[in-house]
């Protein structure tokens, strides 16, 4: 891909204006071979004709090159569903090599370096070598670092400062983490019923009912991201353990989590799963094992965000995402780490012997394996 692409702007603009090659070399003071060259792309023309071009023309030196340092979200979307589906099918090395390219390119388009670092986080485990994954982490910090302190999008910011965080839990740098997120936590102030009563009052309930829908879809997902690490802190405690786990199964079933979003349900099996082990308690971590594989071989994929009968109000906001509906990793990396952090994972490793364990295993092996 060009970087300047001042060769047809400049026959564009020309033509637009009707006048000949020589007219535009006389008003610049150049022969008229020079501007020959410059539209058979034979030369670019002198730094310093740059601004008189722009101005006869009446256009930015960025658009006298056709320069184009941001990226609209629907080119982003595209861009990483291509470089995520690129993972699964070249060299690591190549693929990464591509996005370093993109981020030196775009380096100020800051919607795009927030999804390049989120891209990078979601591929580090196909970093075999723990130093590797480190220096990944440690690039994709670098890009969310950038984005915090240059970006004027507050909600740009945000994802930025948490994902910074995360990668410095990743890289075992809590105190960091600690810093960034210190004084975040703060009571919710919901805008989603706010906006609803504001559409109410105008008139449009339609919209009042789809902002709650958003808001309550939202907050069900959050809530399931935080069952996992609540259970691993109650493996002390058997009986609230098995409370919260209760608990979130309860709400699992009422919002039929299995259909509308079964990643995070699966997610719970996992934690509830390693609980038991650290109990001691085989047969109930197999059961939640069981459960899972029963997710992760199921009919989910390809994997996306959407509503159901309940939240038939989504489809607008869902499109408004930074990724639409899709999910940060192509299908087939998904299908294999479904696989592989069951078969794979040094917790469930006291369960290797076991006849129903080697049959999970076995049947979300089958199931990667789908996709070549």
Known sequence: MKEINIAKVLVKKRKEKGITQEELANYIGVSKASVSKWETEQ?????????????????????????????????????????????????????????????????????LLLQ????????????????????????????????????????LTKQALYMEALCSLALRDPNTALELLDGTFAPALPPESILASAYQMTGRADEAKAVLQVGIYQNIVVLFNFFPAYLMLCTDNPAKFDEALRRAFVVAEAFDMKRLHPAVLAGLYISAAQGYIIQNNHDQALDMLQQYAQIATSDIYPLTLHGDAFFDLLDGWLDKLDLG?????????????????????PAFSVLSEEQRFKNIAEKLQATAEKIK
């Open 43 to 111: 030369s670019y023309p002198d730094v310093t004709f740059l601004p008189q071009l722009a101005a006869y023309f009446n256009i930015s030196i960025d658009e006298l090159m056709d320069y184009k340092p941001q990226m609209t979200k629907e080119d982003i979307r595209k861009l990483y569903r291509k470089l995520s589906s690129d993972f699964t099918k070249k060299p690591f090395d190549s693929v990464m090599e591509d996005c370093r390219i993109i981020n030196k390119k775009y380096y100020s388009c800051f919607p």
């Open 116 to 155: 390049m670092g989120i891209l990078m986080i979601n591929h580090v485990e196909l970093v075999k070598d723990p130093q590797g994954s480190a220096s990944l982490i440690e690039e994709a910090r670098t890009l969310f670092i950038r984005v915090k302190e240059e970006s004027d999008d507050i909600s």
């Open 325 to 345: 509906s899709g999910l940060p990793r192509d299908e087939k990396t998904v299908r294999k780490s479904m696989a592989e952090v069951i078969v794979h994972n």
